[in-house]
């Protein structure tokens, strides 16, 4: 009989941590903790469901349906599983989460450290130098990467739990001077949507996206230890993948607490931290923060590079591995220097846009036996979903369409950022009227093309 101990769902679910727990991760909760205040639990809550919560769905349905992202795609056509997956590691490639690597750790390791009149000049010199030391190692594995990962990843958490800790006895002790305090008032929507406009802020970490790509480690690691049925290899990746919420779920707590009691405002979550961390273990305390983080950031930069650059190689073969890390690290460097805060601007409307197309093709996955072949209930039940996520995301931009944002402003839910919820069953229950059959046997066409 095939079974996994303990220690064995312990170690994948810590490996699946590992691999999720990146840059953004570090900074969103305890900026959105300072935001929200005393409502920081609420939107803890909602944080840790659009973030661990649709990583693992989206783990779970990859391996539901087959063993990779292109499965999953498949399920509407391969045309379509092609452009899912390019989209996805655009997403956590050069777009947004690898660039975020190199302005992570120049906000942390270096910014509190220069003359903020050549900001830009740091920064171009020190992300210069991080994208030109993750595409040599991309390109030259060595042994190094593998030591950072295994040591240092454990290293910041300790450092977490130990400012999590030092926060919560200083405040107790000596009231926590002038940076640290009781959690104040909650700003802005914090106040009145604490859980949803948490929801919005996981967007941010972009894991949903990468439980797609990322599902399919987790698959082979459940393998490597023996396990062959399919329905045991389904059994033990859902089980991993909620430890390795669980773990993200703790995570969170402690830095989104440490936001919460801080009591100077921030621009971003890695001035927060540096500016905790100083002032709880002095100045040695920033410098080591900022060099455990510089290093994590920079096994996550090469791990992105590295995939990033394998998949586009396999689809495009004339274009050399070592030339498409180097496009991927030269275009990450350009837009990392926008800087932290305008990097997380520019991101959140697109990824309104994106995200909850992810989760109705996640979704309807679950359906699978119900829809079977009908194909047409992906395909609408997902445009009807991005036509409103659509208009949400360039409310958030601060951009109106005349007639157009005002009749999808009435949807139900569209408040909470969830105006998408009724289209997308709307397309998705239309998808099974007879009429749209010519739309599954079109795409079966293409399937034979």
Request: glycine share 10%.
């Given at each position: 009989?095939?079974?996994?101990?303990l220690?064995?769902?312990?170690?994948?679910?810590?490996?699946?941590?590992?691999?999720?727990?990146g840059?953004?991760?570090?900074?969103?909760?305890?900026?959105?903790?300072?935001?929200?205040?005393?409502?920081?639990?609420?939107?803890?809550?909602?944080?840790?469901?659009?973030?661990?919560?649709?990583?693992?769905?989206?783990?779970?349905?990859?391996?539901?349906?087959?063993?990779s992202?292109?499965?999953?795609?498949?399920?509407?056509?391969?045309?379509?599983?092609?452009?899912?997956?390019?989209?996805v590691?655009?997403?956590?490639?050069?777009?947004?989460?690898?660039p975020?690597?190199?302005?992570?750790?120049?906000?942390?390791?270096?910014?509190?450290?220069?003359?903020?009149?050549?900001?830009?000049?740091?920064?171009?010199?020190?992300?210069g130098?991080?994208?030109?030391?993750?595409?040599?190692?991309?390109?030259?594995?060595?042994?190094?990467?593998?030591?950072?990962?295994?040591?240092?990843?454990?290293?910041?958490?300790?450092?977490?739990?130990?400012?999590?800790?030092?926060?919560?006895?200083?405040?107790?002790?000596?009231?926590?001077?002038?940076?640290?305090?009781?959690?104040?008032?909650?700003?802005?929507?914090?106040?009145?949507?604490?859980?949803?406009q948490?929801?919005?802020?996981?967007?941010?970490?972009?894991?949903g996206?990468?439980?797609?790509a990322?599902?399919?480690?987790?698959?082979?690691?459940?393998?490597?230890?023996?396990?062959?049925?399919?329905?045991?290899?389904?059994?033990?990746?859902?089980?991993?993948?909620?430890?390795a919420?669980?773990?993200?779920?703790?995570?969170?707590?402690?830095?989104?607490y440490?936001?919460?009691?801080?009591?100077?405002?921030f621009?971003?979550?890695?001035?927060?931290?540096?500016?905790?961390?100083?002032?709880?273990?002095?100045?040695?305390?920033?410098?080591?923060?900022?060099?455990?983080?510089?290093?994590?950031?920079?096994?996550?930069?090469?791990?992105?590079?590295?995939s990033?650059?394998?998949?586009?190689?396999?689809?495009?073969?004339?274009?050399?591995?070592?030339?498409?890390?180097?496009?991927?690290?030269?275009?990450?460097?350009?837009?990392?220097?926008?800087?932290?805060?305008?990097?997380?601007?520019?991101?959140?409307?697109?990824?309104?846009?994106?995200?909850?197309?992810?989760?109705?093709?996640?979704?309807?996955?679950?359906?699978?036996?119900?829809?079977?072949?009908?194909?047409?209930v992906?395909?609408?039940?997902?445009?009807?979903?991005?036509?409103?996520?659509?208009?949400?995301?360039?409310?958030?931009?601060?951009i109106?369409?005349a007639?157009?944002?005002?009749?999808?402003?009435?949807?139900?839910f569209?408040d909470?950022?969830?105006?998408?919820?009724?289209?997308?069953?709307?397309?998705?229950?239309?998808?099974?009227?007879?009429?749209?059959?010519?739309?599954?046997?079109?795409?079966?066409?293409?399937?034979?093309?």
């Amino acid at each position: 009989m095939e079974k996994l101990n303990l220690k064995q769902i312990l170690s994948v679910s810590l490996t699946l941590f590992a691999i999720f727990f990146g840059a953004g991760n570090m900074i969103f909760p305890p900026a959105m903790g300072q935001l929200a205040g005393t409502n920081y639990f609420s939107a803890l809550i909602g944080f840790i469901l659009t973030d661990a919560g649709i990583a693992i769905l989206g783990v779970t349905a990859v391996v539901l349906v087959g063993n990779s992202m292109s499965d999953l795609g498949a399920l509407i056509s391969k045309k379509f599983a092609l452009i899912l997956s390019v989209g996805v590691y655009l997403l956590i490639g050069p777009l947004f989460a690898l660039p975020r690597t190199g302005s992570v750790s120049f906000e942390l390791a270096a910014l509190p450290y220069i003359n903020t009149d050549y900001k830009m000049l740091f920064s171009l010199l020190f992300t210069g130098a991080f994208f030109g030391i993750t595409y040599y190692l991309s390109s030259n594995p060595n042994k190094i990467v593998d030591i950072v990962g295994k040591y240092l990843t454990p290293f910041l958490l300790l450092s977490i739990l130990a400012i999590f800790i030092a926060t919560i006895v200083n405040i107790n002790t000596n009231g926590g001077g002038s940076v640290l305090g009781n959690a104040a008032m909650p700003k802005d929507k914090y106040a009145a949507i604490p859980l949803f406009q948490g929801m919005i802020e996981g967007y941010n970490a972009l894991d949903g996206p990468a439980g797609l790509a990322f599902a399919i480690i987790v698959i082979n690691a459940i393998k490597n230890y023996g396990i062959k049925e399919k329905k045991n290899i389904a059994k033990y990746t859902i089980l991993s993948g909620l430890g390795a919420a669980f773990f993200l779920a703790v995570v969170y707590f402690m830095l989104t607490y440490v936001g919460a009691r801080t009591m100077i405002p921030f621009d971003n979550g890695g001035a927060l931290l540096h500016s905790v961390t100083s002032h709880l273990f002095g100045g040695v305390g920033g410098v080591i923060l900022g060099i455990a983080v510089l290093f994590a950031c920079l096994t996550t930069s090469i791990g992105l590079t590295t995939s990033f650059s394998d998949y586009f190689h396999t689809i495009l073969p004339n274009i050399s591995y070592k030339k498409i890390a180097a496009i991927v690290c030269v275009f990450s460097f350009i837009i990392s220097n926008v800087g932290l805060s305008q990097l997380i601007e520019i991101s959140l409307p697109i990824l309104i846009m994106i995200y909850p197309v992810t989760v109705s093709l996640i979704l309807l996955s679950f359906c699978k036996k119900l829809i079977k072949t009908k194909r047409s209930v992906y395909i609408l039940g997902m445009l009807f979903t991005f036509a409103a996520s659509f208009i949400n995301g360039l409310d958030s931009a601060g951009i109106q369409i005349a007639f157009i944002s005002n009749a999808v402003h009435h949807l139900p839910f569209y408040d909470l950022s969830l105006g998408w919820i009724i289209p997308f069953m709307f397309g998705s229950l239309l998808g099974f009227l007879p009429i749209f059959e010519f739309m599954n046997k079109h795409n079966e066409q293409l399937e034979t093309m």
